[in-house]
């Protein structure tokens, strides 16, 4: 597979994950007495690959996958609200379930993409300075360390921007936590495996980009 296949599979799998999550983060999981959106169980996914891909072809190309989602995420929006306004068959009585389970508030739509841009662009970069700065040494604590500071960043503004007001800051807090938490342990088990991804895409692409003259602007294309 060619260098670009590659970089584009793992851009699609990012990409996928973003939707997906998205879309099943309605439903409230009960994780042995914590709740939590299901979405937890693949939302961390797109930060292992935001750190694969960044780790690989650097800040510039993660970048661009990181606006690629915001975009297909927004077209999945919109069609999905335009699903939900087309009026239903007379046969189809599913109509309510489909408005609950798919049905977005605006609220939760703009707390979803401000945390999700916030919190990809400051993984990204975070990972990609400390690459520079150790020399390209110590893989697990730049991993580790940007998922630390994007998904707290994800975490506290999603949570604060689509429940504040709605229920007490001590609840709100807790779920902050759980939430980062939870991620960042996800992202912890998963080093082994990020490893030996990462080591096998760079053998078999023959690139390590690091960024010493980078703009860590999320606006420059």
């Not at 709740?35 to 750190?51: K, M, R």
């Not at 912890?188 to 096998?200: G, K």
């Amino acid at each position: 597979m060619e260098q670009r296949g590659l970089r584009d599979l793992l851009s699609a799998l990012f990409v996928t994950a973003l939707v997906v999550s998205n879309i099943i983060a309605v439903k409230i999981g009960d994780f042995a007495g914590v709740y939590l959106p299901v979405a937890v169980v693949i939302f961390p996914l797109s930060y292992i690959l935001g750190d694969i891909i960044t780790e690989v072809y650097g800040f510039a190309a993660m970048r661009r996958v990181i606006w690629t989602g915001f975009l297909c995420n927004l077209l999945a929006v919109i069609a999905i609200t335009i699903g939900r306004e087309i009026p239903a068959a007379p046969f189809f009585d599913g109509q309510a379930a489909y408005a609950q389970i798919l049905g977005f508030t605006p609220r939760l739509l703009v707390a979803s993409f401000i945390a999700y841009l916030a919190g990809g662009f400051s993984n990204s970069a975070i990972l990609s300075m400390l690459k520079v700065k150790t020399k390209g040494r110590h893989l697990w604590l730049r991993t580790i360390s940007s998922t630390v500071v994007g998904e707290g960043i994800d975490s506290l503004i999603f949570i604060t921007l689509a429940f504040g007001g709605l229920m007490p800051g001590a609840q709100i807090v807790s779920l902050i936590i759980a939430q980062w938490l939870f991620k960042v342990g996800v992202e912890v088990l998963a080093t082994p495996l990020t490893y030996t991804v990462i080591a096998a895409i760079k053998r078999h692409e023959g690139i390590d980009v690091f960024d010493k003259a980078m703009r860590f602007n999320p606006f420059r294309f």
